[in-house]
């Protein structure tokens, strides 16, 4: 198991373009990290540097207590081999087979040549491909692909696993499938993961903790449950506003005159059912829900309400103020259905 430290990291490119800004942040051994950011904002340059694909401008890369970011040759080559890498369009070689795809890394990572055809049936079995072992990547769908890249990247027994967008040319249900193979590799191999996409639902799913990328710098860093449940940053608050995709829809909106409108919002044990009954009962107010969604985050539930609260002014302030006490968050709603 691996432990990563970025420290002051850098890429500039020729062109002046400052691709990674100063990034520090650590991964603990067998941690699944995450980083998610727009398109542009630095996220496939910073990963590249992780294993010397890019070198950095400035800064230090420390790998289980060593510097890597000078390395060169053979010293280097041993570093690598520490590393696998996954990418979004798989990156086979076409004209060789599954079986030989694998066995070209086992070559470039020196692993004795009368072994080579156990590993490879090892690693085939592994992402459950054993079977097209003498067939070419092109008679393969995407997640089979992804299959044979996550053997691949597996080939030389390394200890961190880096993920480009692995999922992103993916559907939902071969997304799952190659999710479930990552969390069985990091558990069964203690696998140090940093996956990098602009996939909410994938962060949601797979990380333990997540980084916002936005312009070449890290904006924001918590837990997968804290990104969801309180995004600081402004990007970051858009995303995950994205994800939950709570909009009053149009049509009811010219309907939503009189009383208040508000978002409730609710986690961690709780849900939401009997406090509005009860507060509809004590203070005599009609309380209409509009639209909610409730969201998983792992083991943590997430509860979003829209509600239309009607009554005399009076109680309807009453039971504001009392919600206001017992829910996680509030918010005024009347603002954004009148723009
Ligand atoms: N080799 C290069 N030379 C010059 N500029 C580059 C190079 N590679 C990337 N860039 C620039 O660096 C910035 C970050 O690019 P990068 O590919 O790291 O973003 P990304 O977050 O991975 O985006 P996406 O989600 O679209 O993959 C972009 O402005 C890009 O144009
Ligand atoms: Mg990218």
Request: net charge negative; aromatic share 6%.
């Amino acid at each position: 198991m691996s432990h990563i430290e970025v420290k002051g990291l850098s890429v500039v490119f020729q062109n002046k373009i400052t691709a990674v800004d100063n990034v520090s942040f650590q991964v603990e051994a067998g941690e699944i990290y995450g980083i998610v950011g727009l398109s542009g904002a630095g996220k496939s340059t910073l990963i590249r540097t992780l294993n010397l694909l890019q070198r950095p401008t400035t800064g230090e890369i420390w790998i289980d207590g060593q510097e890597i970011s000078h390395l060169k040759g053979q010293e280097l080559r041993q570093v690598r081999q520490k590393i696998g890498m996954i990418f979004q369009h798989f990156n086979l070689i076409e004209n060789r087979t599954i079986a030989e795809n694998i066995e070209f890394s086992l070559k470039a990572g020196d692993y004795p040549k009368e072994k080579r055809a156990d590993r490879v049936a090892e690693l085939l079995s592994l992402v459950d491909l054993l079977d097209k072992k003498d067939v070419y990547p092109n008679q393969l769908s995407g997640g089979q692909k992804q299959r044979v890249g996550i053997a691949r990247a597996l080939a030389n027994n390394p200890e961190v696993l880096l993920c480009d967008e692995a999922t992103s040319a993916l559907d939902v249900e071969t997304t799952e499938e190659i999710l479930k193979i990552l969390e069985k590799i990091n558990r069964e191999l203690g696998l140090t993961i940093i996956f990098i996409t602009h996939e909410l639902d994938v962060a949601k799913r797979l990380f333990k903790r997540v980084a916002v990328m936005e312009q070449g710098k890290i904006i924001e860093e918590a837990t997968t449950f804290e990104i969801f449940a309180q995004p600081q940053a402004a990007t970051t608050q858009k995303l995950v506003g994205r994800f939950f995709d709570l909009t009053i829809p149009q049509a009811l909106q010219s309907a939503l005159t009189g009383g208040v409108l508000l978002e409730l919002r609710y986690q961690g044990a709780h849900t939401l059912d009997p406090l509005i009954s009860q507060v509809s009962k004590d203070f005599n107010v009609l309380i209409g829900i509009i639209h909610g969604k409730i969201e998983y985050i792992q083991e943590a539930v997430i509860g979003i309400l829209f509600v239309q609260i009607t009554g005399e002014a009076q109680q309807i302030q009453q039971a504001v103020s009392y919600l206001k006490e017992n829910v996680y968050a509030i918010r005024d709603l009347r603002d954004e259905v009148e723009k």
